[in-house]
């Protein structure tokens, strides 16, 4: 009898790590097709295909399309967001923390850019998911950058002012190179290869984009601009 039970334990472990591995699966392959058509060129069939799964196999693990494209923006997020908390909750000056966390979104941006580019025009285009996950991002790692810029203020180590004011200043040096970048090889390759030749590797080298983000913070330390 104990033997039994022992096999039909690994026989039931066997099945979970079975279902586990389609699910995991099933994500990666639709976030490998979501960077390179957006979510908008994602259907349950296409997913199932490229997967060499069956449209079933989907419906058992996700349910349907928007549960699946919701599940998939937030394990794509979670390691941008985590990491900003932790490093926003580290006994640090706020200043340091600030450059931290900044350096967390550069890393993201550089890692995910074409991914990021393909999900802002999933939104102009009216997918649902990409709508509801943009327009809750506020609340989350943004908000957090907003209050480390506040407590930088208190302690008087950046200028004062409209503290969304600074947070725009610094998402536009930093971010807003990346998303333009990712934004002219994903829209339209030909058009935009004038311009992406022009500029060179610059818009998204990440020694370059860190150099930009140097400069932005020194533009708001305390002492180094009126």
Same mark, same amino acid.
């Given at each position: 009898k104990?033997?039994?039970?022992? &096999?039909?334990?690994?026989?039931?472990?066997?099945h979970?790590t079975?279902? &586990?591995?389609?699910?995991?699966?099933l994500l990666?392959?639709g976030?490998?097709?979501?960077?390179e058509?957006?979510l908008?060129?994602?259907?349950v069939?296409g997913?199932s295909?490229?997967?060499g799964?069956?449209?079933g196999s989907f419906?058992y693990h996700?349910?349907?399309?928007?549960a699946?494209l919701?599940?998939?923006?937030?394990?794509?997020?979670?390691?941008l967001f985590t990491?900003?908390?932790t490093?926003a909750?580290?006994?640090?000056?706020?200043?340091?923390?600030?450059e931290?966390i900044?350096e967390?979104?550069m890393?993201?941006?550089l890692?995910?850019?074409e991914f990021?580019?393909?999900?802002?025009l999933?939104?102009?285009?009216?997918e649902k998911?990409a709508?509801r996950?943009i327009?809750?991002?506020?609340?989350?790692h943004?908000?957090?950058?907003?209050e480390t810029?506040?407590?930088?203020q208190e302690?008087?180590s950046?200028?004062?002012?409209n503290p969304?004011?600074?947070l725009?200043?610094?998402?536009?040096c930093?971010g807003?190179p990346?998303?333009?970048?990712?934004?002219?090889q994903v829209?339209?390759?030909q058009?935009?290869?004038?311009?992406l030749?022009l500029?060179?590797s610059i818009?998204s080298?990440p020694?370059?984009?860190?150099q930009?983000m140097?400069?932005a913070?020194?533009?708001?330390?305390q002492g180094?601009c009126t």
């Amino acid at each position: 009898k104990a033997i039994r039970r022992q &096999r039909q334990m690994c026989i039931r472990d066997s099945h979970m790590t079975k279902r &586990r591995s389609t699910r995991e699966h099933l994500l990666n392959t639709g976030a490998m097709i979501a960077s390179e058509s957006g979510l908008r060129g994602l259907t349950v069939r296409g997913l199932s295909l490229r997967a060499g799964t069956n449209p079933g196999s989907f419906v058992y693990h996700f349910g349907n399309r928007d549960a699946f494209l919701n599940e998939l923006l937030e394990r794509w997020y979670e390691p941008l967001f985590t990491g900003v908390r932790t490093h926003a909750n580290i006994h640090l000056p706020s200043l340091k923390k600030l450059e931290i966390i900044l350096e967390d979104i550069m890393d993201f941006l550089l890692l995910h850019g074409e991914f990021i580019a393909q999900l802002v025009l999933d939104a102009l285009a009216g997918e649902k998911e990409a709508i509801r996950f943009i327009s809750g991002l506020h609340t989350r790692h943004p908000f957090v950058l907003l209050e480390t810029i506040q407590a930088a203020q208190e302690e008087g180590s950046i200028v004062s002012g409209n503290p969304m004011n600074i947070l725009i200043y610094l998402v536009c040096c930093g971010g807003a190179p990346f998303i333009l970048s990712g934004q002219l090889q994903v829209h339209d390759p030909q058009a935009a290869r004038p311009v992406l030749e022009l500029l060179g590797s610059i818009l998204s080298d990440p020694a370059s984009a860190k150099q930009r983000m140097h400069w932005a913070l020194n533009g708001i330390r305390q002492g180094e601009c009126t």
